[in-house]
């Protein structure tokens, strides 16, 4: 299983980014994916998952209604777009997958910042 983030840099307050997951090793459609995140100091949290079809999401309260998770299978490549970004969504983002113990990417970093 190989997960590759890519997309992450520096945005002003208010601005956009659209993070991507580039998978492979698994059968990409077949599997809930995930997009955690980790700030300095601060645990690594859930940002939101989307079933394999991509017809089920779930967002954290912090990022619903600024964050779309979504995906195309035959691409095998998960998405994050971010909206209205606020310097607490500063952090390293992650794609994760559920198979066998878990895979995680190698993070890409994100600052909101002015």
């Known amino acids: 299983v190989q997960l590759v983030e890519s997309g992450g840099g520096l945005v002003q307050p208010g601005g956009s980014l659209r993070l991507s997951c580039a998978a492979s090793?698994?059968?990409?459609?077949?599997?809930?994916m995930r997009w955690y995140r980790q700030a300095p100091g601060k645990e690594r949290e859930l940002v939101a998952l989307?079933?394999?079809?991509?017809?089920?999401?779930n967002y954290a309260d912090s990022v619903k209604g600024r964050f779309t998770i979504s995906r195309d299978n035959g691409k095998s490549t998960l998405y994050l777009q971010m909206n209205s970004l606020k310097p607490e969504d500063t952090a390293v983002y992650y794609c994760?997958?559920?198979?066998?113990?878990?895979?995680w990417g190698q993070g890409t970093q994100v600052t909101v910042s002015s």
């Open positions: 994760y997958v559920m198979r066998g113990a878990g895979s």
């Open positions: 090793g698994f059968t990409f459609s077949s599997y809930f």
């Open positions: 989307i079933s394999g079809s991509g017809g089920s999401t």
